[in-house]
């Protein structure tokens, strides 16, 4: 119900758009967040987007660095990765809050794509 896409191979310092679009449901009343996982790791919360008051949420891995944003008309969400690290390098998922609050737990995502590999390399 969730479709990541815009993952790849970028170059140290580059940069990536990701999008997630629901094909099922509208994305307007869930908060949704995006996490990722690098091998051999546990999946980490990256940033989150809340419905109710259009809050965003940063880890402090990507502050300063990704930008979450919504665009209602296209039921998408983005995730703008800039200055891009090789720690970067993860496959990376969006999720589904259905409360609308959304949070860094996991278990209070409801919903999750499938994941899109961002692999940050010279």
């Known amino acids: 119900q969730l479709v990541e896409s815009g993952g790849g191979l970028v170059q140290p310092g580059g940069s990536l758009r990701l999008s997630c679009v629901a094909s099922?449901?509208?994305?307007?009343?869930?908060?949704i967040g995006w996490f990722r996982q690098a091998p051999g790791k546990e999946r980490e919360g990256v940033s989150y987007?809340?419905?109710?008051?259009?809050?965003?949420y940063y880890a402090d891995s990507v502050k300063g660095r990704f930008t979450i944003s919504r665009d209602k008309a296209k039921n998408t969400v983005y995730l703008q990765m800039n200055s891009l690290k090789p720690e970067d390098t993860a496959v990376y998922y969006c999720?589904?809050?259905?409360?609308?609050?959304?949070?860094?737990?996991?278990?209070?995502?409801?919903?999750w794509g499938q994941g899109t590999q961002v692999t940050v390399s010279s």
């Open positions: 987007i809340s419905s109710v008051d259009l809050s965003t």
């Open positions: 099922e449901f509208t994305l307007d009343y869930s908060a």
């Open positions: 999720a589904a809050d259905v409360t609308g609050w959304g949070t860094f737990g996991e278990a209070d995502y409801a919903y």
